[in-house]
């Protein structure tokens, strides 16, 4: 909006939005029939990103999963032979 890209809530990733500019300088976006989704202070174009941390913190949940298995017998190779290291 005006060159600046405004936060949703993560689970809004990739839905179309209604973004609306009050008189009094707010931006507001809603999903649905009408559901509020985030609001936020309309920046000057040079702002660039506004966000709010909590809308992303699904994604980054999400991208942030590590496989864990365990570790007690990971086999390294040395000098051509490998051994179990406990």
Avoid at 21 to 50: F, T
Avoid at 73 to 83: F, L
Wanted: hydrophobic residues 40%.
């Amino acid at each position: 909006m005006r060159g600046n890209r405004y936060s949703v809530p993560g689970e809004l990733c990739g839905t179309l939005v209604e973004v609306r500019i009050g008189l009094d300088g707010s931006l507001a976006i809603y999903h649905g029939e009408g559901h509020l989704a985030a609001r936020h202070r309309l920046q000057s174009a040079s702002a660039g990103w506004v966000l709010v941390p909590e809308h992303h913190r699904i994604l980054w949940e999400q991208a942030l999963i590590v496989e864990r298995r365990d570790l007690g017998c990971t086999r390294r190779w040395c000098n051509g032979a490998d051994r179990a290291v406990q």
